[in-house]
């Protein structure tokens, strides 16, 4: 028999992975992030991923650009899916096949992000705030509308920050370098060598809004 995925833990662990399994994927959740899909010119109103967390950890879902998914930060939903291999990495993602609203919470605030506790795992996939120091920014090779941010915490440590942006607001973002910015966003994995900490990055799950200056 085919086993069932019922948590977000047990999602996140099949992240990533290379291998020809598959597996469904039934959660009860909360809706922590949306994330949407962009052209050249204007972030869209198609969802592309969302970020789940439920009592045991969080994960994050793709969406099928099929699928007129309708969700908002702090709903609870029941999610259903098939972890697969998606795109050219012919890594695992989980495939929302079917989200259904079942009530609402409102969202609780980000977690204050450390350099340890990105590294450690603790906060895989959830979502954290950094607060740093912009030393690089340039568009990403991959995609036109994601800026890649060279952010410095905690004294000296350098972590890569993905900012979805687009248009004149892109311009601002790469304007930043020197500036104190915070970011609130879902720390994961950019590659599939899960043990390699130094693979982990905070992403943003929104749009640069989740990139400003502090207030003093």
């Not at 906060?123 to 954290?128: K, T």
Request: net charge negative; glycine share 6%; charged share 25%.
């Amino acid at each position: 028999d085919v086993e069932v995925l019922h948590s977000a833990a047990e999602v996140s662990r099949h992240l990533g992975c290379q291998t020809t399994d598959t597996s469904p994927f039934v959660l009860t959740a909360k809706v922590t992030a949306v994330r949407h899909d962009s052209n050249r010119e204007s972030i869209l109103e198609r969802i592309s991923a969302l970020g789940l967390e439920d009592s045991t950890g969080a994960t994050l879902v793709t969406c099928p650009r099929t699928n007129d998914v309708r969700a908002a930060e702090g709903d609870l939903v029941r999610a259903e899916g098939t972890i697969c291999l998606l795109g050219e990495r012919k890594e695992h993602d989980a495939l929302l096949t079917k989200l259904t609203k079942i009530g609402y919470e409102p969202p609780a605030p980000p977690r204050p992000a450390t350099f340890q506790a990105i590294q450690d795992g603790s906060l895989d996939y959830r979502i954290a705030r950094l607060t740093g120091t912009v030393r690089d920014a340039a568009q990403s090779d991959t995609s036109y509308s994601w800026v890649i941010l060279k952010l410095v915490i905690d004294g000296d440590q350098l972590l890569d920050v993905s900012v979805q942006s687009v248009g004149e607001d892109c311009n601002r973002i790469l304007s930043l370098i020197g500036s104190t910015v915070q970011v609130d966003g879902i720390v994961a994995l950019r590659s599939s060598k899960r043990a390699d900490r130094s693979s982990r990055s905070p992403a943003t799950t929104l749009d640069s809004s989740g990139v400003m200056t502090p207030s003093a």
